[in-house]
C-alpha cells in the first residue's frame, strides 16, 4: 500500500488514537516562579504544507504530546507508533502566545522583580517556530516588566537595562552596537562577566520593546535545508533590574546592585546528520558545534533537577560557553528557567521530533545521577573555590584587577 491509500490508513489511525484522547488539563499558571517547567508546543501546518497534503503526526493533549511515528511493516501493512511524553505543560496548534505567556512564563518575570532571576530558552529543530514564540514572549516581557514595577511603586527605585548579543562559534557579538565583538570573562571570584557589551537603559516599554527589534534584526541567520532564516547562533537578550542612584546600595557594589534578571535565550536551531549533509565543511562543523552546546545545556538543566534533590551533585557548568554564561541560572537558589520545545507537526519530521521530546523528557528523568569528581588538570568540573585558587596561583593573592580575567575559549 503506497501514496493516498498510505496516507489515509495513518490518517484514520491518528484519528482513532486523538477521538480517545480528547480530554485535556487546564494550564495553571505557578504561584512562584522559582523551579524548572519543560514545555511543548506544536506548530500550526502552513497552507503551504496543507496544499501539499501533508500529515500532522502530531498530538498535544495536556501536558502529554505524542509523536505518531508512521511507518509500513515487513508486509507492507501502514502501522502507527505512538510515542507519548509527560511534560509539565504542552501547547497545541491553537494555543496563542498570551495564553503560553501567562501559564508559564509570566511567573518567571514577577520572580525577577522581585530579585531573582528568569530564564526562558527556545529550543527546537530549524523550522518549528522557537524564534517566532521566544520574539512573542519578549514583545509581553517589555510591556509587564514595567506594569509590575509600576504595581509595586518601584519605577523610582530600578532602573531597566538591555543587553543583546549572540553567540556565534567561539565569538560573541553585541546585536544593540553594530555586532561589536564581545567578550566573555570569568573573574578571581569565578563571576562572569561580557566584557564589551553595552547595556541599554530603557524608560518604558515602547523603548525596551524597540531595542528587542533592533537586536533581533541584527542577528545572524542563514539558508538551511529546513529554513531560508535559520538562526545559526545563540542570541540572549538580557534586562537587567539595577537599583537607582541615591538608594542605599548593597556593600560590595558592582553585581550586587543588580536587583533582578531575565535571560530570553533563542538557541540555535538544532539539525540531524540528514539535514547537514549538503552544508560544506565549514556549515558541517557550525552544526557539530551547535549540538554539542545544546547537549551540554541539557546536562546542565538536568544536572540541576538533580541538585534541587541532592544538594551534593555539581552542575557542570563550565560544559560550553552558552552554559557558562548563564552560571547564575544552574547555582543561584532563586532561579526560575523554562525550557520551550518547539515541535515541527510534519509526519516526515517524526524522527526530529522523537529525538525533541526525548530531549526534553530526560532533562527531567528521576533517578540519580553520579557526582562530577573535580579534576585539577580538567577546568570543565572547576567549581567556583577552584578557579579562585588557580587565578591565585597564576596571579598571587592580592587586590582584584583586569588581569585577573581570563577568556573561555575552545567552547560554545
Known amino acids: 500500500m503506497q501514496g493516498k491509500a498510505a496516507v489515509a490508513a495513518f490518517e484514520r489511525c491518528i484519528y ?20 524548572i517547567l519543560i514545555c511543548a508546543r506544536k506548530r500550526p501546518m502552513n497552507d503551504a504544507e496543507h496544499a ?7 498530538t498535544c493533549c495536556n501536558p502529554k504530546i505524542t509523536i505518531h511515528d508512521c511507518k509500513f511493516k515487513v508486509d507492507n501493512t501502514p502501522t502507527v507508533d505512538n510515542n507519548e511524553f509527560t511534560l509539565d505543560h504542552t501547547f497545541n496548534e491553537y494555543s496563542t502566545n498570551d495564553e503560553i505567556y501567562c501559564s508559564v512564563v ?3 518575570v514577577k520572580l525577577a522583580i522581585e530579585g531573582g532571576i528568569g530564564t526562558c530558552f527556545a529550543y527546537g529543530q530549524t523550522g518549528s517556530g522557537k524564534t517566532y514564540t521566544i ?14 514595577l509600576g504595581e509595586r511603586d518601584m ?11 549572540e553567540l556565534a562559534g567561539e565569538r560573541s557579538f553585541d546585536l544593540l552596537h553594530d555586532r561589536a565583538e564581545v567578550f566573555i570573562r570569568e573573574d578571581e571570584e569565578g563571576d562572569i562577566h561580557v566584557q564589551g557589551l553595552q547595556t541599554v ?7 525596551l520593546l524597540q531595542w528587542v527589534r ?28 539595577l537599583q537607582r542612584a541615591g538608594q542605599r546600595r548593597v556593600p560590595g557594589g558592582g553585581d550586587a546592585m543588580i536587583k533582578g534578571k531575565l535571560c530570553l535565550v533563542d538557541l540555535a536551531g538544532s539539525e540531524r546528520s540528514t539535514d547537514s549533509a549538503t552544508h560544506d565543511q565549514e556549515r558541517q562543523r557550525e552544526s557539530i558545534a551547535i549540538n554539542k552546546s545544546l547537549m551540554a545545556l541539557k546536562e546542565c538543566i538536568r544536572y540541576r533537577v538533580m541538585e534541587m534533590r541532592n544538594s551534593s551533585v555539581f552542575v557542570p557548568f563550565r560544559g560550553s560557553r552558552l552554559t557558562l554564561l548563564l552560571k547564575e541560572s544552574f547555582t543561584r537558589s532563586d532561579v526560575g528557567t523554562i525550557v520551550i520545545v518547539a515541535i515541527s507537526p510534519l509526519a516526515s519530521d517524526a524522527n526530529h521530533s522523537l529525538n525533541t521530546c526525548r530531549f526534553a523528557d530526560r532533562i527531567k528523568e528521576k533517578g540519580s545521577v553520579g557526582t562530577i569528581t573535580v579534576d585539577p588538570l580538567d577546568p ?7 578557579v579562585a585558587e588557580w587565578v591565585r596561583s597564576v596571579v598571587g593573592a592580592g587586590r582584584k584587577s583586569e588581569r585577573l580575567f581570563t577568556p573561555m575559549t575552545g567552547l560554545l
Open 155 to 165: 519605577l523610582d527605585k530600578r532602573s531597566v537595562n538591555i543587553g543583546f548579543f
Open 106 to 108: 509570566r511567573p518567571i
Open 201 to 207: 537603559e530603557v524608560q518604558n516599554a515602547e523603548e
Open 380 to 386: 570543565h568540573t572547576w567549581g567556583k573555590k577552584e
Open 135 to 148: 520574539t512573542a514572549i519578549e514583545e509581553s516581557v517589555a510591556s509587564d516588566v514595567f506594569t509590575f
Open 214 to 241: 533592533v537586536g533581533s534584526e541584527h542577528r545572524c541567520t542563514r539558508a538551511t535545508a529546513r529554513n531560508e532564516q535559520s538562526s545559526r547562533t545563540h542570541a540572549i537578550c538580557q534586562i537587567t533590574l
Open 16 to 35: 482513532d488514537y486523538r477521538e480517545v484522547r480528547k480530554a485535556e488539563k487546564q494550564h495553571v499558571p505557578s504561584d512562584r516562579g522559582e523551579g
Open 52 to 58: 501539499q497534503g501533508l500529515l500532522d503526526a502530531v
